[in-house]
T-cell receptor, first 113, second 113 residues
């Protein structure tokens, strides 16, 4: 699975959009981009995933560049409860892949009042 | 619908003792994963079940760790004998489709003293 690079930390003002970048320059054609987050002392929580088109759900939007080498997770109106570590994970959907997730260090997002 | 449940939430044992962690996945989820985070490190994959069969146990650290999934329902992870470096948080996750949204439990915090 391709490696991802994320900034170690970011701040965001409450009520503003939080834009979390991720680089995955070695991504291959059958690899999806997944985003998870871990709020302190809880288990990781799925947010969103995509292959090449932009995706939106009730939690966030995922913007993937045309060359698929980077993506941005957008939390449109960040709240204090969005303070967490956010993980960008690239995962293959090939038949040999078991669906295991390779977690990196992630980005610690601090939402401030 | 009940989420992924893990027992116990905390466990403190002495070095050399045995501990068994349990995970109850979401009903109907054939895929079950174990992960762990040791202090200061990233969340690491341990193994993957599809129903009762082990599909990938490449992340199991050594033969002191034994995972089972009886009848393809709940799973146990036994550590025998426990060592100090086994301390950490053990997460279980389940998913319906192999590469899809994975639901994580709250984790079991294991402390070996």
């Amino acid at each position: 699975d391709a490696k991802t690079t994320q900034p170690p930390s970011m701040d965001c003002a409450e009520g503003r959009a939080a834009n979390l970048p991720c680089n995955h320059s070695t991504i291959s054609g059958n690899e999806y981009v997944y985003w998870y987050r871990q709020i302190h002392s809880q288990g990781p929580q799925y947010i969103i995933h995509g292959l090449k088109n932009n995706e939106t759900n009730e939690m966030a939007s995922l913007i993937i560049t045309e060359d698929r080498k980077s993506s941005t997770l957008i939390l449109p109106h960040a709240t204090l409860r969005d303070t967490a570590v956010y993980y960008c994970i690239v995962c293959s959907v090939g038949s040999s892949n078991t669906g295991k997730l390779i977690f990196g260090q992630g980005t610690t997002l601090q939402v401030k009042p | 619908e009940a989420g992924v449940t893990q027992f116990p939430s905390h466990s403190v044992i002495e070095k050399g003792q045995t501990v068994t962690l349990r995970c109850d996945p979401i009903s109907g989820h054939d895929n079950l994963y174990w992960y762990r985070r040791v202090m200061g490190k990233e969340i690491k994959f341990l193994l993957h079940f599809v129903k009762e069969s082990k599909q990938d146990e490449s992340g199991m650290p050594n033969n002191r760790f034994l995972a089972e999934r009886t009848g393809g329902t709940y799973s146990t992870l036994k550590v025998q004998p426990a060592e100090l470096e086994d301390s950490g948080v053990y997460f279980c996750a389940s998913s319906q489709v192999r590469v899809s949204e994975a639901f994580f439990g709250q984790g079991t915090r294991l402390t070996v003293v």
